[in-house]
T-cell receptor
Framework: GENVEQHPSTLSVQEGDSAVIKCTYSDSASNYFPWYKQELGKRPQLIIDIRSNVGEKKDQRIAVTLNKTAKHFSLHITETQPEDSAVYFCAASINTGNQFYFGTGTSLTVIP | DSGVTQTPKHLITATGQRVTLRCSPRSGDLSVYWYQQSLDQGLQFLIQ???????AKGNILERFSAQQFPDLHSELNLSSLELGDSALYFCASSYRDRAYEQYFGPGTRLTVT
C-alpha cells in the first residue's frame, strides 16, 4: 500500500518567516494530496489540496507544490503568524477516493 | 462546528474490556469514515461506510468492528482492549463517496489502563 513520509516532525519559526513541510509518497498511482491543519485539542481541517495534473496551488499565504517524478509534495506557509501554530498533516490518495494515507504530522510553532 | 458529533468525548476503561464509540454524521451525509490518531502513528484510516455498506477498509484490527445503521449513524466497536489502543478516534462524514469532502468530528479520546 501507499506509504507517506513527512518531515520535519517539529518546526519552529519566527513570526513573519516562511515554513516549509515536505512529504514523500511511494505509490505512483496516488494523484490527490490534501493538507490538514489540527490545532491543539481540535479536529483536523482541510486547508489546501492539490491534484496530480497541477504542479502548484496557492491560497493566500499557503501554497502547495507537487513533483510527480520525485513523488514529493510540500506545503509552504509565508509570513507566518502565531495562529499558524498547529500540527499539519499531509496525505495521499488515489482519485480523491476513500482511503487517505496520512503522514505522521509536523508540529509547527510560530514564535511571536 | 462541522455538524459531525461523536460520543462520548472521553472514555477510560481497562485492558480486556469492550467499548463502543458513536458517530452521527452531518445532516444529509451518507459516508462515514473512522480514523485512529495515536501519538506514535499519527492519523490512520480505519474504515469507511457509505449508505450502510462498507466501502473501504484500512488498517483496522480484527478486534475492531464498525457498522453504519439505517439512520446513518455509525458505531465503532473495540474489543479485547490493549494499552496500545489508547488514542483519539475521529469520525468524519461526507455527502458523497469521496473522502476529500470529509469533515471531521471532535473525536473520542480513549484511554486504556
Amino acid at each position: 500500500g501507499e506509504n507517506v513520509e513527512q518531515h520535519p516532525s517539529t518546526l519552529s519559526v519566527q513570526e513573519g518567516d516562511s515554513a516549509v513541510i515536505k512529504c514523500t509518497y511511494s505509490d505512483s498511482a496516488s494523484n490527490y494530496f490534501p493538507w490538514y491543519k489540527q490545532e491543539l485539542g481540535k479536529r483536523p481541517q482541510l486547508i489546501i489540496d492539490i491534484r496530480s495534473n497541477v504542479g502548484e496551488k496557492k491560497d493566500q499565504r499557503i501554497a502547495v507544490t507537487l513533483n510527480k517524478t520525485a513523488k514529493h509534495f510540500s506545503l509552504h506557509i509565508t509570513e507566518t503568524q502565531p495562529e499558524d501554530s498547529a500540527v499539519y498533516f499531509c496525505a495521499a490518495s488515489i482519485n480523491t477516493g476513500n482511503q487517505f494515507y496520512f503522514g505522521t504530522g509536523t508540529s509547527l510553532t510560530v514564535i511571536p | 462546528d462541522s455538524g459531525v458529533t461523536q460520543t462520548p468525548k472521553h472514555l477510560i476503561t481497562a485492558t480486556g474490556q469492550r467499548v463502543t464509540l458513536r458517530c452521527s454524521p452531518r445532516s444529509g451525509d451518507l459516508s462515514v469514515y473512522w480514523y485512529q490518531q495515536s501519538l506514535d502513528q499519527g492519523l490512520q484510516f480505519l474504515i469507511q461506510y457509505y449508505n450502510g455498506e462498507e466501502r473501504a477498509k484500512g488498517n483496522i484490527l480484527e478486534r475492531f468492528s464498525a457498522q453504519q445503521f439505517p439512520d446513518l449513524h455509525s458505531e465503532l466497536n473495540l474489543s479485547s482492549l490493549e494499552l496500545g489502543d489508547s488514542a483519539l478516534y475521529f469520525c468524519a462524514s461526507s455527502y458523497r463517496d469521496r473522502a476529500y469532502e470529509q469533515y471531521f468530528g471532535p473525536g473520542t479520546r480513549l484511554t486504556v489502563t
